[in-house]
Nanobody, 117 residues
Framework: QVQLAESGGGLVQAGGSLRLSCAAS????????MGWFRQAPGKERELVAA??????YYADSVKGRFTISRDNAKNTVYLQMNSLKPEDTAGYYC????????????WGQGTQVTVSS
């Protein structure tokens, strides 16, 4: 089992920055893939970024603006969000899956990001 807890959301003006954090506990953190999803009202959930062992993934909509990183010593994954746009407004959720498996089995409760124009 993995427990995930997000923090760092809030209200920011367009062009601003936020950093989300996700603290993991419960099992070996270095052996799992961590990801950030987001979901806006009326829209499907979207994988924004993910980080495994030596690899990262970014959705096209955030490439060049968002950076995902992890600190295995602190069991924490971060999402640095720069040049935020109103369309980035959503609930952001931290998730985890085992390396080699497709299902995201572990989820945090989410943190709201609101970008005003």
């Amino acid at each position: 089992q993995v427990q995930l807890a997000e923090s760092g959301g809030g209200l920011v003006q367009a062009g601003g920055s936020l950093r989300l954090s996700c603290a993991a506990s419960g099992r070996t953190f270095s052996g799992i893939v961590m990801g950030w999803f987001r979901q806006a009202p009326g829209k499907e959930r979207e994988l924004v970024a993910a980080i495994g062992v030596g690899s990262t993934y970014y959705a096209d909509s955030v490439k060049g603006r968002f950076t995902i990183s992890r600190d295995n010593a602190k069991n924490t994954v971060y999402l640095q969000m720069n040049s935020l746009k109103p369309e980035d407004t959503a609930g952001y959720y931290c998730a985890a899956r085992q390396i080699g498996y497709d299902n995201w089995n572990y989820w945090g409760q989410g943190t709201q990001v609101t970008v005003s124009s």
